[in-house]
């Protein structure tokens, strides 16, 4: 089973990039540990991604919009007909935003 095609917005690009740097700071062996385990989570939500619960913190969410935490990383997704859109990646120490 194929999964739908991931797409990222530039504000998680920008944040994705900006963790794994913290993390390689502390540790190249545990940042390639994180990417490595968020391929493999991208890759069973694009062929799952209604397995994630919806995100509670999305303003009027229709259900579309979903989230999973990795790492302590909060990843907020929206899923469409032919693909998955990664939104934003907040770390959950952070104060929670609405969105």
Same mark, same amino acid.
């Given at each position: 089973?194929?999964?739908?095609? *991931? $797409? ?14 913290y993390?390689? $700071?502390? =540790?190249?062996? $545990?940042? /390639?540990?994180? /990417?490595?385990? +968020?391929? /493999?989570?991208?890759? *069973?939500?694009?062929? +799952? !991604? /209604?397995?994630? !619960? !919806?995100?509670? %913190? ?5 259900? =579309?919009?979903?989230? +999973?935490?990795? %790492?302590? %990383? ?6 469409? *007909? ?15 935003? %609405?969105y």
């Amino acid at each position: 089973m194929t999964g739908k095609k *991931t $797409n990222w917005s530039k504000t998680a690009k920008k944040q994705y990039s900006a963790a794994i740097e913290y993390i390689l $700071n502390d =540790s190249i062996k $545990n940042a /390639e540990t994180v /990417e490595r385990k +968020f391929r /493999e989570k991208l890759k *069973t939500v694009s062929k +799952f !991604p /209604e397995t994630c !619960p !919806p995100d509670k %913190y999305k303003v009027d969410n229709d259900g =579309s919009y979903r989230v +999973f935490i990795l %790492y302590h %990383y909060r990843v907020s997704y929206r899923v469409k *007909t032919n693909e998955i859109i990664i939104l934003r990646i907040r770390h959950t120490s952070m104060k929670p935003k %609405y969105y």
